[in-house]
């Protein structure tokens, strides 16, 4: 009895395979992650770039006589400016998705091992129970 008992333990854990995830799901959630994180970075730099040329358009206006309100300069400078605040803006929804796939990717589960060690007297093994990281 004692001997089926142990043969269980090894062999269980072995050949029992619920609820693991497949390396290439991982990867493809911390690909994904990558991904939305590029694509959030260019719309806020670009976001950024456009807001700085805006400023510096609609400051650099001249007076114009036949003007009521505005100039035309500063009003391509506030149009820039606006697009600029709406790429900057647009870029959240891509950072925050970002986060939700790298969390995705991150997986921790239970792990069982058999360590041989090769020692010069005699060979060792040793069974070892943990968590395994993968990310």
Do not use: D, R
Request: proline share 3%.
């Amino acid at each position: 009895m004692k001997n089926l008992f142990l043969i269980l333990v090894f062999i269980v854990p072995l050949t029992a395979t619920a609820q693991q995830h497949k390396n290439s799901e991982i990867n493809y959630y911390l690909q994904k992650s990558v991904s939305k994180k590029k694509t959030g970075n260019a719309l806020l730099l670009s976001g950024t770039g456009l807001i700085l040329t805006g400023i510096v358009v609609g400051t650099t206006a001249g007076k114009q006589n036949n003007a009521l309100f505005f100039s035309q300069n500063q009003i391509a400078g506030a149009g820039i400016f606006s697009l600029g605040v709406f790429s900057a803006l647009t870029s959240i929804p891509f950072y925050i998705s970002a986060n939700h796939n790298k969390k995705k990717s991150l997986k921790i589960s239970p792990t069982t091992e058999i360590i041989q060690t090769n020692s010069i007297s005699e060979p060792k093994n040793y069974a070892l129970a943990g968590l395994k990281i993968t990310f």
